[in-house]
């Protein structure tokens, strides 16, 4: 990955939260605190998180650094929000970020996050998902989101670990292709499949290539030798 020419692009223009709300930063040893709690929960649930576990939460949160460092938004705040942005999994399978609310607060609180500050996590959480994201959300959920997005779209996820999606949320391979085409196409025909510019740059074409094998996999399933095939192997 060339993470470092992401790096050194120019920053974004500040976004009007961060000139209202310049304190919205969270401490290193915070940081460590959520990430140690989140780590925890994750290995403690390995055996029902086969999709989001650990290894799904530190992925967004490394890429999700490089886009805020990218974008201007605030790298700390950033981490945070990608290290608590899943934990509705934990709460209950096949479930929305507001799920997770409580127990993102509650993980927020026990590492001495201030209340206001976890509020704003908890919102860029919200607002960075797929299902209702828009072109015009924060720095910090535009970071977020290319981060999580990039784990969807990268060539690897659906050969190696789709699978696992079916197992943690009991969906089935219709519903799961169904759910990704219908929450994708639209963002992705629009533009703003990718906020950054440089994460346009380097993985539009693994995320077209992902949208189409979805979309052929929809079709796919209404040919009724594929779906006898399906049963057989099930
Ligand atoms: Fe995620």
Redesign the pocket.
Known sequence: MRENSVVTEPLAEAHPLHVLCPTFTVTPSAVAEVARQVRALCEDAAGTLPF?GWH?VSF?RSKGAVFARHNGADVALVETAALV??VNYLVRRNSLAEDGRELRMRILATAGVPIAVAEHIDEVVCEAEMRTRNRDISPAAQALSDA?TL?KALPVTPVMLAHRYLDENGVSLRELATKIVGEQRDVHTEGYYFYSDQAAAMYSRWATANLELWQCIVESLDDPSVAELLTAVA
Do not use: I, P, Q
Request: hydrophobic share 30%; aromatic share 14%; no cysteine.
């Open positions: 989001h799904h967004v942005h899943d999580d784990f």
